[in-house]
């Protein structure tokens, strides 16, 4: 299976406003320039199931979503969100009584489908400092990945971000490091092994 198709070599941002209910539905999206912008009603969707949504619904057509921003909302919900959005993690603040804690939980049978569970009330600063150890504690060894990828970043001296941004969506989504970082390499000694070509064709010409 390729990993690298167009799709995933392009993730998207979705920006979420609040609406209200003169919209035609609870969740509305469009397009604007190369980001997407959701505006939903709260009488009729939660800003929790209006972000699951327009995510799976960008999944469904093989769109990663990797930044959600919130726009209008508390200064803590919005860095939460966008911190859990580049970990690909819906976030969900619960009641239920099996939360005690932030955590997140993966499904077993896609662990690239994992939330991060808030309890009702928890100190949301509090749960953005916890959201690292809680990603590490479910994703391990795609934790430890995400790890080497700052690394690099931080050793390149901002020279090569963007690509090792996106290696890092690709690893979160796959699930899969080290068929990520063979197909990095084959396409960089395809690249290499192009440009020796044209170069030794220029240099007889």
Same mark, same amino acid.
């Given at each position: 299976?390729?990993?690298?198709?167009?799709?995933?070599?392009?993730?998207?941002?979705?920006?979420?406003?609040?609406?209200?209910?003169?919209?035609?539905?609870?969740?509305?999206?469009?397009?604007?320039?190369?980001?997407?912008?959701?505006?939903?009603? *709260? %009488?009729?969707?939660? +800003?929790?199931? /209006?972000?699951?949504?327009?995510? $799976?619904? &960008?999944?469904?057509?093989?769109?990663? =979503?990797?930044?959600?921003?919130?726009?209008?909302?508390?200064?803590?919900?919005?860095?939460?969100?966008?911190?859990?959005?580049?970990?690909?993690?819906?976030?969900?603040?619960?009641?239920?009584?099996?939360?005690?804690?932030?955590?997140?939980?993966?499904?077993?049978?896609?662990?690239?489908?994992?939330?991060?569970?808030? *309890? %009702?009330?928890?100190? +949301?600063?509090? /749960?953005?400092?916890?959201?690292? $150890?809680? &990603?590490?504690?479910?994703?391990?060894? =795609?934790?430890?990945?995400?790890?080497?990828?700052?690394?690099?970043?931080?050793?390149?001296?901002?020279?090569?971000?963007?690509?090792?941004?996106?290696?890092?969506?690709?690893?979160?989504?796959?699930?899969?490091?080290?068929?990520?970082?063979?197909?990095?390499?084959?396409?960089?000694?395809?690249?290499?092994?192009?440009?020796?070509?044209?170069?030794?064709?220029?240099? /007889?010409?």
């Amino acid at each position: 299976m390729t990993i690298l198709t167009r799709e995933r070599l392009c993730p998207v941002s979705l920006h979420l406003r609040q609406g209200d209910a003169q919209q035609a539905k609870a969740i509305m999206l469009r397009r604007d320039g190369d980001r997407f912008i959701a505006t939903y009603d *709260p %009488e009729r969707a939660s +800003l929790d199931t /209006a972000a699951v949504l327009a995510r $799976a619904l &960008f999944s469904s057509k093989g769109i990663t =979503v990797s930044e959600v921003i919130l726009e209008g909302h508390d200064p803590d919900v919005t860095a939460l969100y966008r911190a859990a959005s580049k970990l690909l993690l819906d976030v969900e603040i619960t009641s239920g009584p099996r939360i005690t804690e932030p955590t997140v939980k993966v499904r077993s049978q896609d662990p690239t489908q994992a939330t991060y569970f808030i *309890p %009702e009330g928890w100190d +949301l600063s509090g /749960a953005l400092d916890r959201l690292p $150890a809680a &990603f590490a504690g479910a994703r391990p060894v =795609v934790a430890r990945n995400l790890e080497r990828i700052a690394q690099a970043k931080k050793d390149s001296g901002g020279k090569i971000d963007h690509a090792l941004d996106l290696i890092a969506v690709l690893v979160l989504e796959t699930d899969d490091p080290a068929g990520v970082w063979d197909e990095v390499l084959q396409l960089l000694h395809q690249l290499q092994a192009k440009q020796t070509t044209v170069g030794a064709r220029a240099t /007889a010409a």
